[in-house]
């Protein structure tokens, strides 16, 4: 990340190496305030850190060009939208077909269900998390998009009771 460091800027770049370059103690204060609420103003972020409004909004725009900051979203309640019913489905591919992982979850997670795809190591391969309407949703999402794919070789669905959202902190 290359921003300018004049004294209004704050500290130095000292602290963990990241792919995307040092964090500092400033950054880490921001992206962990930003988790919390990412609607917040830049006037009431750059408040809650301790810096200027342009300090602040320099930082979360290095932060976002740096990638370090993906993106903004909305989290909207499954249930008011009619899917009340969340599942985690671990899938294993068949051996000859881990190639084709990537298309694999590209291909899940453009479904309309599909909340979350994770690529794994260890004995399976996805995690898929789905918010469907019902019970009869479900299983017509394992059938028709998982079990019956010739590169699947197993799955296994476990319902949600209650899903907790805890942002992580940064650093």
């Not at 602040?56 to 932060?63: D, G």
């Not at 990638?67 to 909207?76: C, D, E, K």
């Not at 009869?136 to 209650?162: D, G, I, N, P, Y």
């Amino acid at each position: 990340m290359s921003v300018d460091r004049s004294p209004d800027t704050g500290s130095s770049r000292s602290g963990s190496r990241t792919a995307f370059g040092a964090l500092d103690d400033l950054d880490r204060r921001l992206l962990r305030e930003l988790e919390r609420d990412g609607r917040i103003s830049n006037k009431d972020l750059a408040a809650r850190v301790g810096v200027a409004p342009s300090t602040c909004h320099t930082r979360v725009a290095a932060l976002r060009a740096s990638g370090v900051l993906r993106g903004f979203h909305a989290v909207v309640d499954p249930e008011a939208v009619g899917r009340g019913l969340q599942a985690i489905i671990a899938v294993r591919l068949q051996a000859g077909a881990r190639r084709q992982l990537g298309a694999f979850a590209r291909a899940l997670a453009a479904r309309p269900e599909v909340r979350d795809v994770y690529l794994l190591g260890g004995s399976d391969d996805v995690l898929v998390h789905v918010a469907v309407h019902d019970s009869r949703a479900l299983r017509a999402f394992v059938v028709e998009h998982l079990s019956t794919r010739h590169e699947v070789a197993h799955t296994q669905t476990s319902l949600v009771f209650e899903h907790l959202h805890v942002p992580t902190t940064a650093g």
